[in-house]
């Protein structure tokens, strides 16, 4: 195992829940929740947010690498860790929807994933410079959302790839990228099943670029972080303009409205049916139906 894996796996909660680095032209950012799975609150995604800012800003990184501390890329959304921050408020950056913890029933999910979610996510995708992920165990749920809007993911060969939350009664996560990051009816096995999908079978759908041994993800991504880097800054962000262009003309930005809508119906009908908005399941039962 190379310095550079060992570093990255190596677990330092003491820097917060999302750590940054500069090596040359490439920034990395690495969720740092590995004792949950590096499981997303909101702490997590504001300060995710800061540093797509920090590297957006800084004139000397070309590229972006998002990455995940320990043995799991991202379990998802927190639902159930000591640190679940759901109800408290923080400064809204990316919309204008009002703040959540004073309101009550749909106004107040609604508002913090349009913020949280949906928002951050479209953000995210729209940073003008490539971003790459680096992939191993768990991408699940809330996970897939941010591996989805980079531009480039390269993953593990112990990479699984899973969105279980049909078993809550919900149509999927709320960055609804399915239907375009792998065919339609691979997309409705995925949901339907709740099944855990391999980085092998991803690669062959078209979903991840790259699957590389779980030694090597780090060294394997840096070298192309840096392939691509020696290419023009201005071109490399038109490029990425391009083809994000070309996928919202085949309907995502429009799509994900929508499925946002019919999410937040599932979540009422949840509320007014079920023991609450998800339908009563907790971090455990999800974690063992896409096992």
């Known amino acids: 195992m190379s310095a550079a894996h060992e570093r990255a796996e190596r677990p330092q909660a003491q820097d917060g829940p999302v750590r940054y680095d500069r090596q040359g032209p490439v920034a990395t950012i690495t969720m740092n929740r590995p004792e949950y799975r590096n499981a997303q609150n909101s702490a997590m995604t504001y300060a995710l947010d800061r540093a797509f800012y920090r590297a957006a800003a800084d004139d000397e990184v070309k590229v972006v690498v998002l990455a995940g ?10 639902i159930g860790t000591p640190q679940r921050d759901a109800h408290l408020p ?3 950056k990316a919309g204008l929807w009002w703040d ?3 309101k009550a029933g749909a106004e107040r999910r609604f508002a913090r994933e349009s913020e949280v979610y949906l928002g951050m996510c479209r953000r995210w995708r729209e940073l003008p410079k490539p971003v790459v992920a680096a992939v191993q165990g768990a991408c699940v749920a809330g996970g897939l959302m941010l591996a989805w809007v980079c531009d480039l993911i390269v993953a593990s060969d112990d990479a699984f790839f899973a969105d279980p939350v049909v078993r809550m009664g919900i149509p999927g996560v ?16 995925f949901l339907f099943t709740g099944e855990r ?25 840096a070298e192309l972080a840096l392939r691509i880097a020696g290419m023009p800054r201005m071109g490399l962000a ?13 309907g995502l930005h429009t799509g994900m409205d929508s499925v946002f809508g019919l999410h937040h119906l599932a979540h009422a009908h949840n509320a007014e049916t079920a023991a609450d908005p998800l339908g009563g399941l907790d971090l455990r039962a999800m974690k063992e139906g896409s096992a």
């Open 69 to 78: 501390a320990g043995e799991h890329f991202s379990a998802g959304h927190d």
């Open 90 to 92: 923080f400064e809204r």
């Open 100 to 102: 959540h913890s004073d």
């Open 174 to 189: 709320e960055y609804f990228a399915h239907p375009w990051v792998m065919p339609p009816r691979v997309a409705k096995e």
């Open 197 to 221: 999908m391999t980085a092998q079978r991803a690669h062959e759908v078209g979903m991840v670029n790259r699957v590389v041994p779980r030694a090597e993800l780090i060294d394997q991504v």
């Open 238 to 250: 038109l490029a990425k303009r391009a083809v994000n262009q070309a996928e919202d003309l085949q």
